[in-house]
């Protein structure tokens, strides 16, 4: 089985050390590229690696942590779900015995927010006419949105960070609660939060294992290129100074290319006609 394709990300990946022991393939001097995640007064949480990995993998590299360190050393991060002003409707409506159909339409009416802006049932309010005219005037309503603020923001089920991934030195639960994820499968989460499981709160170590879905086409092509040429290649080890891919690129053949398959992107390979891969840098 071919290695699971990874890739690090953000300044990490400017650390000489990560480089020395096989965490990344770049060759940070060669590429002068800062690393900016020395500890220092401004910044004193310990410097973390970001890492993704092939997303059709993550679970084999999970698996290993919890063989390598122990099944109950390893969490996945537990999240929790709150009760947002359109789901809050609806929960209260279905709660308090009232038909479907009202609930769809006062919900209907809160309009979505905008991320880091989430509505809110008052927000709403003051925001849609229709929906203050309704409030005040139908009984029903008014019970609904009145019941449904009482809710809005309280925790309402308990799902698995995307990434996140706590390890202890000794079993967690003398450190915090868990569970098993409601899903099935076995595996644990943790019942804090990401904040109050890492630095800023009980300072437990916290990974992100990122699942990529490029790392995937990428591994799987290069299962293909060994099936029907027979080579075995490496993403490590692939030379950088290809004629054939710049020309390639410089024809403004990007399609599916990560991070090259933008329009502006295109457009500005086709102009710039890149030589080398300090050339691509530049662009990105």
Do not use: W
Not at 261 to 283: V, Y
């Amino acid at each position: 089985e071919l290695k699971i394709q990874s890739n690090t990300r953000g300044s990490a990946a400017g650390s000489y050390i990560s480089y020395l022991v096989g965490i990344t393939a770049v060759d940070p001097i060669a590429f002068g590229l800062p690393f900016e995640r020395f500890l220092n007064p401004e910044r004193p949480s310990a410097p973390d690696i970001d890492m993704d990995f092939a997303d059709d993998r993550r679970d084999e590299l999970l698996a290993y942590v919890r063989e390598k360190y122990g099944a109950n050393h390893v969490a996945q991060i537990g999240t929790f779900g709150t009760m947002l002003a359109r789901g809050s409707v609806r929960d209260a409506a279905r709660a308090m015995g009232f038909e479907i159909s009202i609930a769809d339409r006062i919900a209907k009416l809160i309009p979505m927010g905008a991320q880091g802006f989430p509505m809110t049932i008052k927000k709403a309010l003051d925001e849609v006419p229709e929906l203050k005219e309704m409030y005040e005037s139908d009984e029903e309503v008014g019970q609904i949105l009145d019941m449904a603020q009482k809710i809005e923001g309280c925790a309402r089920h308990i799902g698995v960070h995307a990434a996140g991934v706590v390890i202890s030195p000794d079993p967690l639960i003398e450190h915090v609660p868990v569970q098993y994820d409601p899903k099935g499968e076995g595996k644990l989460i943790t019942q804090y939060d990401m904040h109050a499981v890492g630095e800023d709160g009980i300072g437990l170590l916290k990974f992100d294992f990122l699942g990529l879905k490029n790392l995937t086409i990428i591994g799987n092509t290069l299962r293909i290129i060994k099936k029907i040429r027979g080579l075995d290649l490496d993403t490590e080890t692939i030379p950088l100074d290809d004629t054939k891919t710049y020309e390639m690129l410089a024809r403004g053949e990007t399609a599916a290319t990560f991070q090259l398959n933008g329009q502006g992107m295109t457009r500005f390979l086709k102009e710039l006609k890149p030589t080398n891969i300090n050339d691509i840098n530049a662009m990105v």
